[in-house]
């Protein structure tokens, strides 16, 4: 795992007291339930090249706030936004609740946890 510098970290943190999270068992029973969910990757192209959750959008986080009212125009629908561990996503869920998004989530511990759960994968 990546060593994050304790400025990222810290800012990480005050994002997790505004944001709300998922966990990778919680996203995988609603995806079972087929109710309308965006599932946006905020990760680099070449991480989601190598894989990602089944039906993922590839939005990454530099062109995020930019791309998201074309993507997802619907500021209520719900959307569950995952990177590698759970970091970058907890900033960009902050980021869409501040553009008005209503329904938002991070996925705790990203692809690492998804992938090393044992759920459904991509390439």
């Not at 609603?30 to 039906?55: C, F, M, Q, W």
């Amino acid at each position: 795992m990546a060593q994050h510098s304790p400025r990222f970290l810290k800012i990480v943190e005050d994002a997790k007291h505004r944001i709300k999270e998922i966990s990778a068992e919680e996203l995988r029973r609603k995806l079972g339930t087929n109710s309308p969910l965006h599932i946006l990757d905020v990760r680099e192209a070449d991480e989601y090249a190598k894989g990602r959750i089944p039906g993922a959008q590839h939005l990454c986080k530099g062109i995020l706030e930019r791309d998201i009212e074309t993507a997802v125009p619907n500021l209520n629908e719900e959307i569950v936004l995952y990177c590698g561990g759970g970091f970058r996503s907890a900033l960009a869920a902050d980021n869409l609740q501040k553009m008005g998004y209503t329904n938002v989530f991070s996925l705790e511990g990203g692809w690492r946890d998804w992938s090393g759960g044992g759920y459904p994968t991509e390439q």
